[in-house]
């Protein structure tokens, strides 16, 4: 693509000035080294360690690939060729017969299964991918893939009633597709032992509780229940088929996740192990698909701690972190035979690079880099902070401050995470690299629901949406700023979905803290966002309205109705900019109408941007790329930071296609 300016012009501000010594700043990466395709993702091993399969752009489209495990990245072929949406991950069946892949259309998340046949494939030769299930307006889901039967998946789909998935079987090799059960009693997973056999089932109460239930052949029978402000899930069968792994905080004495064995004849549970540190949620646990023996347990705080229970595997692990002593190690993706493993080594500068580890031989082969045109020596270093919110709640946050700055008086972006049921975690993190290159501080808050931290840490978050949650990030900044780190008249907020939410809860109710926002697929009416939850989250739906307020009670609906942005839009002085997916399924288009109507009716100026093929988030990177383009001009004006004004002729036709002339938009409700 040629560039419509051949070089960036870069604009370096006062404000920037200020904060550091213009011979230590880095340069000026350019955006697309950040957010394009990466030439080489997602490598999987086949099963024989004959392959590798992984995803590369194919005529601008992100599609699978496949060579041979000493073929070099050049001589491999593409076996796909979807034009329309990118492919984002495959794995290959069991017996290394079918690559299989999940995909949507235009971000409905209304999943298909496809399956190719590699042997199809050849130089010039693209298999054509088949669609399994072939169904329209329907979330397919897989429950199990069987050991014992490579040509065979257990799916979930939602034909019959769109709100809870039937069971089915399907054979790859031919497509058809048998009922299993109907699923008529509120189910929300299928269990399977390691032997294919289906034993277990989850369910969701009206209440919004959960149980666990055994099926066999006498019939159901209930082993385990939690209330709706407890977790609980199964994790894996043990070796015997007879105890279950099952991950718990059930009980008012018991805050933090622990893993416990069940004995699924009788329902007694048996304490294997918390959080040695007693810090932390049950974090998870690797599993060899080979011996079914636990080869470690994981816990994370500010960063990830590992406890090894097979002494061998723990050798080769840190044999290969020897070697990276700067670098996180993960193992993953085995042969049949764990043999070889592919290997990630990532930290906050390094997005990942992949290797082939000989379990015999000890030899580790490098594969690629994740995006090598980054140069690390321009990224700046991620730490953990924890700070005090409101009411002396302790928030544990990562803070990334932009290199060669003095760390004082600096711009800041804060960027809250998602779900919110979710967190963040340490590690390379696009945004804020991007954001600290252009100059800016970056604060990315585990508020209070965020996960990971214990029951009372979780439900410290119910129906605090735009109130105490909202806290946890504005005292995050207040933190930083009495440290004189951040620059009080530069403080922005971006976000997506719940983080997108966050941004107009900000601009809304703290309207003095921030300078400007940018809301990705952000909700900024409560009512209409619960009002509009797919079919599909029905099992959740009580959830909801504990962790966010009810609507359907006058007392729930006045609540939501004060923490939606929306109707604190008179209250907003600080430049926003909107972005929406029009299919999105999850934030609907009308809660970004919303919001931009009712700032443009009042003649406040708001930026709109809508991608007509997209969903919840922008998956083409000509969309992702036009959005960043945006945001960064946007920041830069506001914050008076430093950006990149090149942009290429396709990016900036795009960027002209999906700006939403605001007198244009009209409210539409349930669209």
């Excluded at 880095?26 to 091993?45: A, K, Y």
């Excluded at 549970?269 to 011996?291: C, H, N, Q, R, Y």
């Excluded at 809660?591 to 998956?619: C, K, M, T, W």
């Amino acid at each position: 693509m040629k560039p419509t300016l051949f070089f960036a012009i870069i604009l370096v501000f006062s404000g920037v000035l200020s904060s550091c010594t213009t011979d230590k700043i880095p340069p000026l990466i350019d955006r697309e080294v950040f957010f394009d395709d990466p030439e080489i993702s997602g490598i999987q091993i086949s099963p024989d360690g004959s392959y590798i399969s992984f995803i590369k752009p194919y005529k601008g489209t992100r599609n699978i690939w496949i060579k041979t495990i000493d073929e070099a990245f050049e001589d491999a072929i593409p076996i796909s060729k979807d034009s329309l949406r990118p492919i984002s991950g495959c794995m290959w069946t069991r017996d290394g017969r079918f690559i299989l892949y999940a995909q949507d259309k235009g971000g409905d998340e209304n999943f298909n299964i496809y399956a190719i046949n590699p042997a199809e494939a050849s130089p010039g030769v693209i298999p054509e991918a088949r669609n399994l299930t072939n169904l329209k307006d329907i979330r397919v889901m897989i429950y199990h893939i069987p050991r014992n039967n490579h040509d065979l998946l257990y799916l979930g789909i939602n034909d019959r009633d769109k709100a809870w998935h039937d069971l089915y079987s399907l054979q790859i090799s031919t497509g058809k597709l048998t009922l299993i059960r109907e699923n008529t009693n509120r189910y929300t997973s299928w269990i399977f032992d390691n032997d294919a056999n289906l034993r277990l089932a989850t369910l969701s109460r009206m209440d919004g509780s959960s149980e666990l239930w055994r099926i066999d052949e006498k019939g159901e029978t209930l082993l385990y229940g939690w209330s709706i402000f407890e977790t609980a899930y199964p994790s894996s069968f043990k070796k015997d088929n007879k105890h279950l792994y099952i991950v718990s905080n059930v009980g008012d004495d018991v805050d933090l996740t622990q893993l416990y064995q069940m004995d699924i004849e009788t329902g007694n549970m048996e304490l294997v192990e918390a959080d040695p540190e007693g810090k932390v949620d049950f974090g998870g646990m690797v599993i060899s698909d080979k011996t079914l023996d636990v080869l470690y347990t994981a816990y994370t705080d500010g960063f990830t701690r590992r406890y090894y229970k097979d002494k061998d595997f723990e050798e080769h692990i840190k044999g290969i972190e020897a070697q990276f002593p700067n670098d996180e190690v993960s193992m993953y993706g085995a042969t049949t035979d764990e043999k070889l493993w592919l290997v990630n080594v990532w930290a906050d500068i390094n997005p990942g690079e992949t290797y082939i580890y000989n379990m015999e031989t000890k030899e580790l082969v490098f594969q690629n880099k994740l995006r090598p045109n980054l140069n690390q020596e321009s990224l700046s270093t991620v730490k953990s902070i924890n700070y005090k919110s409101s009411d002396g709640l302790e928030i544990q946050a990562y803070l990334t401050l932009p290199k060669g700055t003095n760390g004082k008086n600096l711009p800041l972006v804060v960027n809250p995470h998602g779900g919110p049921w979710a967190r963040d975690y340490w590690g390379y993190n696009p945004y804020g690299q991007f954001l600290a290159n252009r100059g800016y501080a970056v604060l990315q808050p585990n508020f209070r629901a965020s996960t990971g931290f214990g029951k009372d840490f979780l439900n410290a978050g119910n129906k605090q949406w735009g109130d105490l949650m909202q806290d946890d990030i504005t005292w995050g900044v207040k933190h930083l700023i009495e440290q004189g780190i951040v620059d009080e008249n530069r403080v922005a907020i971006f976000g997506g979905s719940y983080g997108g939410y966050a941004t107009l809860a900000g601009l809304a109710f703290t309207p003095d803290l921030y300078t400007c926002g940018v809301s990705l697929v952000g909700p900024s009416n409560l009512i209409t966002l619960i009002n509009s939850l797919p079919p599909y989250w029905e099992a959740g739906r009580k959830t909801f309205y504990e962790r966010m307020g009810d609507p359907n009670t006058e007392e729930g609906l006045e609540q939501i109705k004060r923490q939606s942005p929306l109707f604190s839009a008179d209250k907003i002085v600080a430049p926003l900019m909107v972005v929406q997916g029009q299919n999105d399924p999850r934030v609907k288009k009308a809660e970004s109408d919303q919001i931009v109507i009712a700032l443009r009716d009042r003649g406040f100026a708001v930026e709109y941007l809508n991608a007509p093929d997209e969903g919840h988030g922008y998956a083409r990177p000509v969309n992702n790329m036009a959005f960043i383009a945006a945001m960064e001009k946007f920041l830069a004006k506001h914050l008076n930071g430093r950006y990149q004004e090149s942009i290429t002729d396709e990016v900036a036709k795009r960027l002209e296609d999906i700006t939403v002339d605001v007198n244009t938009v009209e409210f539409t409700e349930g669209q």
